[in-house]
């Protein structure tokens, strides 16, 4: 059988999400603990997916994972549920043997951003312009064999506090692609670059524009959407809720 995994992290705890040699990171812990318990064997045979692989210092409230195994859910949360300090695998599903967990119906990522001394209005207003069908060329980092035009469904803003909270819906999204936009939202919010800067580096991909980029920190992916739901585990639910308050208290945002 083909099982997903939701699962959570606290980013600042990896070396990015991504397995790389001799280094700590989300998806080598679960490799490792899932190889350790049997659960899979190796990663080619058990056709080991990830759904996103987040950049270094993000953290996830949800991310996914799946792989073929012999063993049912319940005994993979049970054999999960105290592997891990900074990872809470919460929820679970059996799926189709040919589902990849990176084609999901849409991604949402939400940026935590200190809005002392910035414009709220403005950098609502020129959001905008990142919406629909975009090339992303001047707002990412492009890696050579990815396609720089991406659709953003939806930018949702909620200002708690201190903090304005900027939830991204997408598909997928680019290498860098929300940090270096929220970098430009920024300058726009601090009175440096204007709407037309934006809407120009958008339409002019051949142009080289460079806005920055913001700090991964406040960056969480918060939720990736399929045409199903996952089996909740309650106990882990409760370890989620602790992580995430660990999480937001870790970047000054503190939940209400």
Same mark, same amino acid.
């Given at each position: ?12 705890? *990896? ?7 001799? &280094?700590r990171?989300?998806?080598?812990? &679960? !490799?490792?603990?899932?190889? /350790?318990?049997? %659960? ?7 056709? *080991? ?12 409230f949800?991310?996914v ?8 859910? /319940?005994?993979?949360?049970?054999? &999960? ?5 900074? !990872? ?14 990176r084609?999901?119906?849409?991604r ?24 629909g069908? @975009? ?5 990412s980092?492009?890696?050579?064999? /990815? ?15 201190d903090?304005?909270?900027?939830d ?12 270096? %936009?929220?970098s ?8 440096k670059?204007?709407? @037309?800067?934006?809407?120009?580096? &958008? ?24 045409? *199903? ?6 106990? @882990?639910?409760? /370890?989620?809720?602790?992580?995430k ?7 000054? *945002? %503190?939940? @209400?």
């Amino acid at each position: 059988m083909r099982i997903a995994l939701k699962f959570a992290y606290d980013g600042s705890k *990896f070396y990015g999400y991504a397995r790389q040699p001799n &280094l700590r990171t989300v998806e080598g812990e &679960l !490799i490792k603990v899932l190889i /350790k318990n049997g %659960i899979i064997e190796d990663t080619k045979d058990s056709y *080991f997916r990830s759904a996103s692989r987040t950049d270094k210092k993000v953290s996830a409230f949800a991310n996914v994972i799946s792989f073929n195994t012999n063993d049912s859910i /319940k005994s993979v949360l049970k054999d &999960l549920s105290n592997e891990f300090e900074d !990872i809470v695998v919460f929820g679970a599903n059996n799926i189709n043997l040919d589902f990849n967990p990176r084609h999901a119906i849409y991604r949402n990522y939400c940026y935590y951003l200190n809005i002392k001394d910035l414009d709220v209005d403005k950098i609502i207003s020129v959001s905008s312009a990142f919406t629909g069908k @975009q090339n992303f060329t001047n707002f990412s980092r492009l890696e050579s064999f /990815k396609d720089p035009v991406r659709i953003i469904d939806n930018i949702v803003f909620s200002k708690i506090k201190d903090y304005l909270l900027i939830d991204f819906y997408a598909p997928t999204f680019l290498w860098n692609q929300i940090r270096r %936009i929220i970098s430009a939202l920024v300058k726009i919010g601090n009175g440096k670059i204007g709407r @037309q800067d934006i809407v120009e580096a &958008l339409c002019n991909p051949d142009k080289d524009v460079d806005y920055g980029l913001a700090p991964a920190e406040p960056l969480i992916l918060k939720d990736i959407v399929y045409d *199903f739901t996952f089996e909740c585990d309650k106990e @882990q639910l409760d /370890k989620l809720e602790l992580l995430k308050n660990r999480i937001l208290n870790s970047i000054g *945002f %503190i939940r @209400q």
